[in-house]
């Protein structure tokens, strides 16, 4: 088999010793709701400058010290099953057609391959726990074709109470009731153990698919995480109102959306409107509970990771780790995700190849989520998938991101000038569609026609915003009107307007 990328003998990186190139197995790892606050990410990509004065991340980190480490991946719709969606089947929203928690792809969008179904479909044993795609009806129950065999779900109804927005359980009580992510955990333990092997004497390599429910709300963890963060370490966001001259359609009312239904939250009375916030103390206790749920979800990951590694599977494994998107912790006021500023697009990612990124690797080029099924077929010693036709409605497997692979060579090469998320508000009436460059965030709101065209109309604009990255990383001030800005402006609204497909990375092969 050989390796078409741009000239480079990857064979040489991707295959050890033996005559025959064995393909790796791989490991997918997801968390729901984490940012990309992790020890890893310290630095000028780290989500906000007010954080505890230590991140709990080591598992996390660990990984990442033999990874690609992606410090500016962005998602491509800042809320779960689209956000999903799109990374599994390597599509953007625009067309899988899945913008809520209700859509199933496979009826709207189109018969798509994902990325455990490619894997399953070239012999490998495909199995998936937890939370990968959205569960219920919005992946047709967690979309059967993928897998090899039934699908895991760890029992959970108390822990997903509304009677509270966060909790710390004590040890008794998980010991006689351990939480949902525990049993997840385990099962991916015993699965490994399981599928190792036929892995290990090359007769079927495995992709296992581990899914945590944490840090989403609620905050439920085990007590000893709130110790990590003792409650005067913690401090309130810096900008606890929203950006200067920000359109009213950008925000969403997370009362309404999501936090409100907890019964703790709900008693508050608070609005959610712009510029109105939680008491003090709620945001201390919201954002050290977050925190908490966070290093207890890295606990975990590092409790699959060393039974991996025990199992003598680490030099032949992919290991890959995603947060389905960032997420909104009082900065501007907001809270939850659901729109299109820096917090809730950027999140964290990271590819371990054995072979290729052993010593760690960063990079701060522009990346996108859709980049991951493109990555992954290429780093376990597939054939690149083609690049997507314009309409691919009946185009079964294709790709509309990057392969990161050149980055894991390179990875501060020229790349994606700039990335792209979107997101929809007024009932599906108008999509936001948001562009990333290295400088700027800049942001349009035109006017939206859902099925059968699912296409914006420029010439009706119901907002537009224009943040400066290299003066205001939080975002605070929409430069839109400002008349130092309307030559970056005209260049942004060009470019975004265009699209995805006018930013594919210099050198890198179109299509083929
Ligand atoms: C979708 O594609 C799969 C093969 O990938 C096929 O088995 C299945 O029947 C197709 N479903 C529909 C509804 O066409
Ligand atoms: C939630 O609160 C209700 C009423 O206060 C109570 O009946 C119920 O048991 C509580 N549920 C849990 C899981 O704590
Ligand atoms: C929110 O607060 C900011 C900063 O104080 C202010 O500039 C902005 O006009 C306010 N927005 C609204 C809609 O009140
Ligand atoms: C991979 O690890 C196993 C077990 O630790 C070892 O026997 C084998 O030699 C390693 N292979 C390579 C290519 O490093
Ligand atoms: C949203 O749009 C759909 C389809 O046009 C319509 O059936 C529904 O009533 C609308 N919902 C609201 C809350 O306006």
């Not at 439920?220 to 009213?248: G, K, Q």
């Not at 890959?320 to 998107?325: I, R, V």
């Not at 912790?329 to 500023?341: A, I, P, R, S, V």
Request: hydrophobic share 35%; with cysteine; net charge negative.
């Amino acid at each position: 088999m050989m390796y078409k990328f741009i000239g480079v003998p990857l064979l040489v990186f991707l295959c050890f010793g033996t005559a025959q190139c064995q393909k790796k197995n791989i490991l997918f790892f997801a968390s729901d709701d984490m940012r990309p606050e992790l020890g890893a990410f310290l630095g000028p990509d780290f989500p906000s400058p007010v954080h505890p004065t230590v991140v709990h991340s080591p598992n996390l980190d660990a990984l990442a010290a033999q990874s690609l480490l992606l410090k500016r991946a962005y998602v491509q719709q800042a809320v779960c099953s689209p956000s999903r969606t799109s990374l599994l089947t390597g599509r953007r929203p625009d067309t899988t057609h899945v913008y809520d928690l209700i859509h199933y792809f496979r009826n709207v969008g189109g018969n798509y391959t994902t990325i455990p179904q490619f894997f399953k479909n070239n012999g490998y044993r495909s199995i998936g726990m937890g939370k990968i795609f959205h569960p219920g009806r919005a992946s047709g129950f967690d979309d059967p074709i993928s897998w090899s065999e039934p699908y895991y779900h760890a029992p959970d109804e108390k822990f997903r109470s509304v009677n509270f927005s966060w909790r710390a359980v004590s040890k008794d009580e998980y010991n006689i009731r351990p939480l949902p992510d525990m049993q997840i955990a385990d099962n991916a333990i015993q699965t490994l153990n399981r599928v190792a092997p036929a892995a290990k004497s090359g007769q079927q390599n495995f992709f296992v698919a581990v899914g945590f429910h944490k840090p989403h709300l609620p905050f439920v963890f085990p007590e000893e995480f709130l110790s990590l963060y003792p409650r005067e370490s913690i401090r309130l966001p810096d900008n606890p109102h929203a950006p200067v001259n920000m359109p009213e359609i950008a925000w969403i009312n997370y009362i309404t959306e999501e936090l409100g239904v907890y019964h703790d939250i709900n008693r508050l009375h608070a609005t959610g409107a712009i510029n109105s916030t939680l008491p003090d103390d709620v945001v201390i206790d919201l954002r050290r509970a977050y925190y908490s749920a966070l290093s207890y979800t890295d606990s975990l990951v590092g409790k699959v990771m060393a039974e991996l590694v025990r199992l003598g599977l680490a030099n032949s494994t992919i290991v890959s780790f995603w947060g389905d998107h960032g997420w909104q912790l009082g900065e501007h006021g907001e809270w939850c995700k659901h729109t299109n500023f820096e917090d809730a697009t950027h999140a964290p990612m990271m590819v371990s190849v054995p072979g290729l990124t052993d010593k760690g690797l960063v990079t701060e080029r522009l990346t996108e989520y859709v980049d991951l099924f493109p990555t992954l077929v290429e780093a376990a010693g597939f054939d690149p998938l083609p690049l997507c036709p314009e309409d691919s409605t009946t185009t079964a497997l294709c790709r509309e991101g990057t392969s990161l692979i050149p980055l894991m060579q390179d990875p501060t090469r020229e790349w994606k000038a700039a990335v792209f998320s979107q997101y929809p508000r007024n009932n599906y009436t108008v999509m936001g569609y948001t562009l990333r460059t290295d400088k700027y965030r800049y942001t349009e709101w035109p006017a939206f026609t859902m099925s059968p065209v699912y296409k914006p109309d420029w010439n009706k604009l119901y907002g537009v915003e224009l943040y400066d990255h290299s003066v205001d990383p939080e975002e605070n001030y929409n430069r839109f009107n400002d008349p130092q800005y309307q030559s970056i402006v005209e260049q942004l609204s060009s470019q975004l307007r265009k699209g995805w497909r006018d930013m594919q990375p210099p050198g890198t092969i179109r299509g083929h």
